[in-house]
């Protein structure tokens, strides 16, 4: 597609389960980087991929939460045992490179109950 | 380590006023500065830039300078319209040991509201 795509736009689900945030960056984009937008909180950085690695994931809050990235491309956001606090907003957003300008997808909204 | 401070409003205005929304922030080197606008149920866009001092980034009608003395990259518009309504955030990338700016660090957004 012309641009990054996340699904998806709302998730709902109880306190305890897990869930799946799913991100399709701009075709040929190497980079794609992970935010969380939250009352009080702002944007915060949580992880970045550089082709399928990972060199800086110190955003992540705790061990509950994972990613990955597979053929250079889709990127999958894990949280397990979700918690009240996990509700935010989950942003994408991909460049062609490091360094290059960030594109942002529409973002995922997350509510815990 | 690196933060952004910006005014957190809500601001409410009418068509056709100026606009400024404060921005400074704190950062080691010399980051980049960014300046993205999110649209009621859309994701964020990115509105300037400016990479170095005195650098002055432009679009849509708004404008900010870099000013290294002051730390600060304040948001103005001169006539704001109702399509304006949005929240902003300001935002700086480091550059890193390795040259390369990744990580955006924001603001906590500024909502505006622009009123007919």
């Known amino acids: 597609g012309a641009g990054v795509s996340q699904s998806p736009s709302n998730k709902v689900t109880e306190k305890g389960k897990d869930v799946e945030l799913r991100c399709d960056p701009i075709?040929?984009?190497?980079?794609l980087y992970w935010y969380r937008q939250s009352l009080g909180q702002g944007l915060e950085f949580l992880i970045y991929?550089?082709?399928?690695?990972?060199?800086?994931k110190s955003g992540l809050p705790s061990d509950r939460f994972s990613a990955e990235r597979t053929g250079g491309s889709v990127s999958t956001l894990t949280i397990q045992r979700t918690q009240q606090e996990d509700s935010a907003v989950y942003l994408c957003?991909?460049?062609?490179?490091?360094?290059?300008?960030?594109?942002f997808g529409d973002g995922t909204r997350l509510s815990i109950l | 380590g690196n933060s952004v401070t910006q005014m957190e409003g809500p601001v409410t205005l009418s068509e056709e006023a100026f606009l400024t929304i404060n921005c400074t922030y704190t950062a080691t080197g010399y980051p980049s500065l960014f300046w993205y606008v999110q649209y009621p149920g859309e994701g964020l866009q990115l509105l300037l830039k400016?990479?170095?001092?005195?650098d002055k980034g432009s679009n849509k009608g708004f404008e900010a300078t870099y000013r290294k003395e002051t730390t600060s990259f304040h948001l103005e518009k001169g006539s704001v319209q109702v399509s304006d309504s949005a929240v902003y955030f300001c935002?700086?990338?480091?550059?890193?040991?390795?040259?390369?700016?990744?990580?955006?660090?924001f603001g906590k957004g500024t909502l505006l509201t622009v009123n007919p």
């Open positions: 991929f550089q082709g399928n690695s990972a060199p800086d």
């Open positions: 400016a990479t170095k001092a005195d």
């Open positions: 075709s040929g984009h190497t980079a």
């Open positions: 957003a991909s460049s062609s490179r490091v360094g290059a300008l960030q594109h």
């Open positions: 935002a700086l990338s480091p550059l890193n040991s390795g040259g390369s700016n990744y990580k955006l660090t």
